[in-house]
């Protein structure tokens, strides 16, 4: 979490630019934000609570900077205030710096250095003390190396010093990309924040750091088309074979940039990188005819899985063969990718009678004893950069086992650091809420089931009905009827949900859509698990959530409803067919084994009326992040 972007180069209009880019990364946090910019060797400071996309850019208009650092807060260490905002800098004001992720041992740096020294609670701000005290003794780029070597912890940093005009940008755990521009440089937690200046970019891997020289001054001469002051830089590149990952990206091998030099953060030596091209279109994030983001991606579900099974079918089979030749094989994803997870788990037992263990991957490091090299772990994320999947994965290779991984972005740390990396092609997912990601994760899972049992037509065929049922039923009469629901029980607080089988990963999912944007508290239960205590607090017109699929679970799900009733809940059934049991009835087709990809729909309807409707911002709500980078 934490958006973080840094610009170094010829333009004047750095803070515009940076605060620009730092909207594009608000997903990653939005407590509070904050620049930092050598303004003709002295430091400039800005930094307030609240969100930076209420921000207008033209407050930086007259004031001109070309090296700027930024940061979009998503509080860990210290509450959300102004002094905790970041940049944070050095007592001698020649040393800023921001932060994504956590220095776990900065309570002891801060007491060694005096904290009397200290104006803020955060981790953070022991970074560019400590690179100041080193800074006594050294060049700037010694003192950051030797501070990084005392810092423990998943973190990326961008620090800046006045004094010589660099930028240095370092990576422990978490993401950093470094856009590469025509004598200009970017470097950001996520591509977006620079993709209308350059589709260049290098990643910098975990223990690597950056060091890129600036001009001392702005006093050369303005390339008055381009609007831009004049420098020279030269590199020279090779074409390398593409890694196979990420298909919408080619790399070229840079032997050598005038103006960048990689480092290895333990070793000092000197390291090559690739430069990557992104094919990336910058337009498809914008929320066009909608209110928010998050009805936008839901609406979207009507092309969304289509894109996911638009897979070659050889790719598809390996995967199979990849599962079916595992000795033990694990999915493991959060929040809502692990109620996918979960799906797919019964995904696989139903179609394709395999075992497959799910684990919440903040959970899976303890299942360390099971993993062998024959092992198979399948990582499931959005955003590619979730801390807790991250770690899964590493407990995964220490036992040599194979990873795969299904991901939204390309290029993302999962998808470079697996051995095999599936694009659900969803788009970007922008709103909190993960929607069109979740279904196209299902689809996937569901695809590769089909797969495994030389049944990937039959599964194709499934899916592309699925797609059009879809299409079918978000319809305008289907939103209005939504909506009436929603009115109907914005006012309660607590709403429970029911579901077995492949629905009860569902009813889970649906808890988290309902909680985390209405802040309404939502339970989700196997349906047969409430007898069992849950059903105590069912009073008389409790909001009870049943889904009720054409399966084989059917008749329970439909006593478990009952039982419900009988307690005075008000049962909003999403199935198929109108059951007597229903005092709302939300149709959805028939999709057979396929029926979380429909009855999740409504739901995640009814989570964003329920917001809108309780006056709230579905897209960004409290205390959440997109990117979810620390553990
Ligand atoms: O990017 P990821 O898919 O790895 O994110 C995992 C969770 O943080 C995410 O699904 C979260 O639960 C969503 N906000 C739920 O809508």
Redesign the pocket.
């Known amino acids: 979490m934490c958006g973080i972007f840094g610009y170094i180069g010829p333009r004047t209009n750095g803070l515009e630019l940076v605060v620009d880019g730092l909207k594009k990364l608000e997903y990653r946090g939005y407590d509070s934000w904050g620049v930092a910019a050598d303004r003709g060797g002295e430091l400039f400071v800005e930094k307030h609570v609240g969100k930076i996309s209420g921000i207008d850019t033209k407050i930086f208009k007259n004031t001109s900077a070309s090296l700027v650092i930024g940061h979009t807060r998503w509080a860990t260490h210290g509450g959300v205030t102004d002094i905790n905002a970041h940049p944070h800098f050095s007592g001698d004001k020649t040393v800023a710096v921001v932060q994504n992720g956590i220095i776990e041992n900065y309570k002891e740096i801060r007491d060694e250095l005096g904290r009397e020294y200290f104006i803020s609670q955060t981790d953070t701000e022991v970074i560019p003390q400590l690179i100041a005290r080193y800074r006594k003794t050294m060049n700037f780029q010694e003192a950051v190396l030797a501070a990084l070597r005392r810092l423990k912890g998943r973190y990326a940093i961008v620090a800046i010093n006045v004094g010589t005009h660099q930028l240095i940008a370092a990576r422990c755990g978490c993401p950093l990309i470094v856009g590469i521009g025509q004598d200009e440089h970017f470097v950001a937690s996520d591509i977006p924040a620079f993709l209308e200046y350059t589709q260049e970019v290098m990643y910098l891997d975990d223990n690597e750091m950056v060091i890129i020289d600036g001009e001392a001054s702005d006093e050369r001469p303005l390339d008055q088309a381009r609007g831009r002051r004049v420098t020279s830089s030269k590199r020279r590149e090779t074409s390398r074979p593409s890694s196979g990952q990420a298909r919408d990206e080619k790399e070229k091998f840079v032997t050598d940039h005038s103006s960048l030099h990689f480092l290895n953060i333990e070793t000092s030596q000197p390291i090559q990188k690739r430069l990557v091209n992104i094919d990336w279109k910058a337009e498809s994030a914008e929320k066009g005819e909608y209110d928010h983001y998050m009805l936008k991606e839901i609406m979207e579900q009507k092309a969304t899985i289509l894109r996911a099974i638009d897979q070659s079918d050889e790719d598809i089979l390996k995967i199979a063969q990849t599962i079916r030749e595992s000795r033990g094989c694990f999915f493991s994803?959060?929040?809502?990718?692990?109620k996918v997870c979960m799906a797919g788990e019964y995904f696989f037992s139903i179609i394709a009678q395999r075992h497959v263990n799910y684990a919440p991957?903040s959970e899976f490091p303890v299942y360390h004893h099971f993993l062998r090299p024959e092992s198979l772990l399948v990582v499931?994320?959005?955003?590619?950069?979730?801390a807790d999947?991250l770690e899964a994965m590493e407990a995964a290779k220490k036992k040599k086992a194979r990873v795969l991984s299904i991901?939204?972005v390309a290029g993302s740390t999962?998808a470079r650091q697996s051995d095999t990396s599936l694009l659900i092609n969803a788009g970007p997912e922008k709103a909190?809420?993960?929607?069109k990601?979740?279904t196209s994760?299902m689809t996937l899972l569901l695809l590769i089931a089909y797969a495994m049992t030389e049944r990937l037509q039959e599964g194709r065929r499934l899916l592309a009905e699925v797609a059009s049922k879809i299409n079918d039923m978000l319809n305008p009469r289907f939103l209005v009827y939504i909506k009436e629901i929603a009115q109907l029980i914005r006012e309660h607080n607590n709403l429970y949900i029911i579901g077995k089988a492949e629905n009860y990963p569902m009813a889970l999912e649906s808890a988290?859509?309902i909680q985390?944007v209405s802040y309404i508290h939502a339970e989700g239960f196997a349906a047969g698990e409430l007898k069992h205590g849950p059903i105590a607090l069912v009073s008389h017109g409790t909001p009870c959530i049943a889904f009720v699929a054409n399966d084989e679970v059917r008749e329970d799900v439909l006593s478990n409803t009952m039982e419900l009733k009988a307690r005075g809940a008000y049962i909003i059934g999403v199935s198929p067919e109108r059951h007597d049991v229903f005092d709302e009835w939300i149709h959805v087709p028939d999709v057979g084994v396929a029926s979380p990809l429909v009855n999740i729909i409504p739901i995640q309807l009814l989570a964003y009326y329920l917001s809108v409707l309780r006056g709230l911002d579905p897209d960004m709500p409290r205390n959440?992040a997109?990117?979810?980078t620390v553990k």
């Open positions: 994803g959060c929040g809502t990718a692990g991957a499931i994320s959005q955003s590619g950069e979730t999947v991901v939204n999962i909190v809420a993960s929607t990601a979740a994760q988290i859509k985390e959440l997109k990117s979810v």
